[in-house]
Each structure stands twice: as structure tokens, then as C-alpha cells.
């Protein structure tokens, strides 16, 4: 009766472990993965051109093409409304 949720606290807190520091998950997942075009490395996602990647974090990023086929994800982080991409746009033209 007492202390009876203090143990299933301690069960939770066993079985919620951080994910340990090494790549084989994602690795493995990548090597899982079937595309016949471009499968992007940080989404897994399948698409025809490098560019078309999508953003890992969409509601929180804004995506950017830039030159020779790449993009950037940018983090939207309570900017204003278009401030990530001026700031892109200055980065681009050295100003930033």
C-alpha cells in the first residue's frame, strides 16, 4: 500500500533509457531502405533529386534550395515570419 508507487516509478524510470551514443540504428535503418533514385541521408526519404529532401523537423524548420543540387533546414526558433529566410538571404550575399 505505502511506497507501492514509488516502485512503479522506479520500474519507469528502468525501462525510459537514454539511446546510446553509436550509429548502428540509423545505420542499419539506411542499409534496410530500397530507392531507386536518392534517399536522403538525414530523413530517409526517397526522392529524385538531392534538393527535394525534406526537412527532418517541417513544423519547425524552414527548407532552403540552394546552388548545385543542396538544400539547408533552418530552424524556424520564434523568428518572425520570414526571418530565417533573410537571414539566408544575407548569409548568401556575405553580409551575415
Keep these: 500500500m505505502f511506497g507501492g508507487?514509488?516502485?512503479?516509478?522506479?520500474q519507469q524510470q528502468q525501462r525510459a533509457q537514454n539511446v546510446p551514443s553509436d550509429s548502428?540504428?540509423?545505420?542499419?535503418s539506411f542499409e534496410r531502405m530500397h530507392c531507386d533514385?536518392?534517399?536522403?541521408?538525414?530523413?530517409?526519404?526517397?526522392v529524385h533529386f538531392p534538393h527535394h529532401c525534406p526537412c527532418a523537423w517541417p513544423n519547425n524548420e524552414d527548407k532552403f534550395?540552394?546552388?548545385?543540387?543542396?538544400?539547408?533546414?533552418?530552424?524556424r526558433g520564434g523568428f518572425k515570419a520570414g526571418e530565417a529566410a533573410?537571414?539566408?538571404?544575407?548569409a548568401?550575399?556575405?553580409m551575415l
Excluded at 533514385?37 to 526517397?46: G, I, K, R, S, V
Aim: glycine residues 10%; aromatic residues 8%.
Design 37 to 46: 533514385n536518392y534517399l536522403c541521408p538525414d530523413t530517409l526519404a526517397c
Design 5 to 10: 508507487g514509488q516502485q512503479q516509478q522506479q
Design 86 to 90: 533573410r537571414k539566408v538571404e544575407l
Design 92 to 94: 548568401r550575399k556575405g
Design 65 to 75: 534550395e540552394m546552388g548545385e543540387g543542396h538544400r539547408i533546414c533552418v530552424s
Design 24 to 28: 548502428s540504428f540509423y545505420q542499419s
